[in-house]
């Protein structure tokens, strides 16, 4: 059996290497959005690392926010609502990015700063309704589902204008852009088209007189895609934290 302080160094000794790992993982991504930004002809920092942390435990975020990084994406509510408060000593900003069900609606409304996977009216209604007084309105993006495919979510792009003018007229809540998940796929040419139909929807609405400035699109194996078609914000996960496990309960 190993002694005490043996199982503590071991422990040290882990969690120096996860901590190296997550820090070189996301210097890499880090480089990755830089040339992918200055590829597509935009300027350095225009593009935001959202580390999506579903699944993995406090202690991964805790070493990702000392390697630089600020802002985490989960969905699963009561994990995240969990490891929020683990990590309510760091100034973090904390993004739900998956689909949401009315009776969870208050713990997101309360504890996170971002929601990206609104697709429906009511889901708006309710955030904006429990959203605490004390805090500032919560930064909300409308899911587009880009692929059309009926196992994904998302509202479709015609349901868009009247989505984003119900929220806006919501107090508590400030709608900054749309978010997507495409299809799984290697066909670079499809997930170009759906990429920038979802651009093309953004421009759309800020030519409608919308304040909207976010694009949450991308991930880790299209990161490069997204970002040459205009991405403000990928979301990475498996190429900072590695491959995701299931999370308890779900």
Request: proline share 5%; with cysteine; charged share 15%.
């Amino acid at each position: 059996m190993m002694s005490d302080g043996a199982s503590g160094v071991l422990y040290q000794q882990i969690s120096i290497f996860i901590m190296g790992t997550i820090k070189s993982a996301i210097q890499a991504v880090t480089e990755r959005i830089r040339q992918a930004t200055l590829a597509a002809g935009r300027q350095p920092g225009e593009v935001q690392l959202l580390a999506v942390s579903k699944t993995f435990p406090a202690d991964c975020v805790r070493q990702a926010y000392a390697a630089g990084q600020l802002a985490f994406g989960e969905n699963y509510v009561q994990e995240s609502i969990d490891k929020i408060a683990q990590l309510a000593d760091l100034p973090l900003q904390w993004h739900f990015i998956g689909p949401l069900q009315s009776n969870k609606t208050r713990p997101v409304a309360e504890h996170f700063h971002w929601v990206h996977g609104i697709e429906r009216l009511k889901i708006a209604e309710r955030l904006s309704a429990q959203r605490p007084a004390t805090l500032p309105p919560l930064q909300v993006c409308i899911q587009v589902n880009v692929s059309g495919e009926d196992s994904k979510s998302g509202c479709a792009f015609a349901d868009v204008p009247a989505l984003a003018a119900a929220i806006a007229q919501l107090p508590n809540l400030r709608l900054r852009g749309l978010m997507c998940i495409p299809e799984p796929s290697d066909d670079r040419t499809r997930l170009q088209a759906q990429f920038a139909a979802l651009r093309d929807c953004l421009q759309q609405l800020q030519q409608q007189g919308y304040r909207l400035d976010t694009l949450s699109m991308g991930m880790s194996a299209d990161l490069e895609l997204a970002i040459a078609a205009g991405s403000t914000m990928v979301r990475i996960g498996t190429a900072i934290f590695g491959a995701r496990h299931a999370a308890a309960g779900h």
